[in-house]
Nanobody, 116 residues
Framework: QLQASGGGLVQAGGSLRLSCVVSGSTFSSYVMGWYRQAPGKQRDLVAAISSGGSTNYADSVKGRAMISRDNAKNTVYLQMNGLKPEDTAVYYC????????????WGQGTEVTVSS
């Protein structure tokens, strides 16, 4: 089970840190990702972090976002800075085993609204 939190209303230029707690004992082996879905748009990958800590980011958030994980707390974070109105979306955390192509497990989403 994945439980995301940390969303809210923020002004443009502000920051938010999203958190996702994962239940179970296999968190450290998962690849973790943050996706977002804006109204009327598809769900897109924002950032991902491997079990070893390697990260990748969507071009739209590079330099403004940082994904991290704390294996002791079974938690993955997404720090977003310099927020823009176009960052407004529901953000979902997701998990998958290393060998999987698609994410297997999904959280319920946390809504981020950036006002201009």
């Amino acid at each position: 089970q994945l439980q995301a939190s940390g969303g809210g209303l923020v002004q443009a230029g502000g920051s938010l840190r999203l958190s996702c707690v994962v239940s179970g004992s296999t968190f450290s082996s998962y690849v973790m990702g943050w996706y977002r879905q804006a109204p009327g748009k598809q769900r897109d990958l924002v950032a991902a972090i491997s079990s070893g800590g390697s990260t990748n980011y969507a071009d739209s958030v590079k330099g403004r976002a940082m994904i991290s994980r704390d294996n002791a707390k079974n938690t993955v974070y997404l720090q977003m800075n310099g927020l823009k109105p176009e960052d407004t979306a529901v953000y979902y955390c997701a998990a998958k085993s290393k060998m999987r192509v698609v994410y297997e497990y999904w959280g319920q989403g946390t809504e981020v609204t950036v006002s201009s």
